[in-house]
């Protein structure tokens, strides 16, 4: 099956799972007006959600690790700096 919106311009070949779930039945009512607004399916913009909110989790490890990496790395200049 082919995973794609009207505004998508890749089209990828993905295998799509049904499931089922709950959330605010305001929340829902203003993904799917913004799916109509885009010309875009719900479950396109769901996929897209999860995979952005997945990638930022993954990132943020990453950042954490180099920034503490960083600090140790200049500690007695960034203490010097702070004063």
Same mark, same amino acid.
Do not use: C, N, W
């Given at each position: 099956?082919?995973? /794609?919106?009207?505004?998508?311009?890749? /089209?990828? #070949?993905? +295998? #799509?799972?049904?499931?089922?779930?709950?959330?605010?039945?305001?929340?829902? +009512?203003?993904?799917?007006? $913004?799916?109509?607004? +885009?010309?875009?399916?719900?479950?396109?913009?769901?996929?897209?959600?999860?995979?952005?909110?997945?990638?930022?989790?993954?990132?943020?490890?990453?950042?954490?690790?180099? %920034?503490? %990496?960083?600090?140790?790395? $200049?500690?007695?200049?960034? %203490?010097?700096?702070?004063?």
């Amino acid at each position: 099956m082919t995973s /794609q919106d009207a505004g998508s311009k890749l /089209q990828i #070949m993905t +295998e #799509m799972v049904k499931f089922s779930s709950k959330m605010e039945r305001e929340a829902l +009512e203003a993904l799917r007006a $913004h799916a109509a607004d +885009e010309g875009r399916t719900l479950a396109g913009l769901l996929t897209e959600a999860v995979r952005d909110y997945l990638a930022r989790k993954r990132v943020r490890p990453a950042f954490r690790e180099a %920034a503490d %990496a960083v600090v140790a790395e $200049h500690d007695e200049l960034l %203490a010097r700096l702070a004063k």
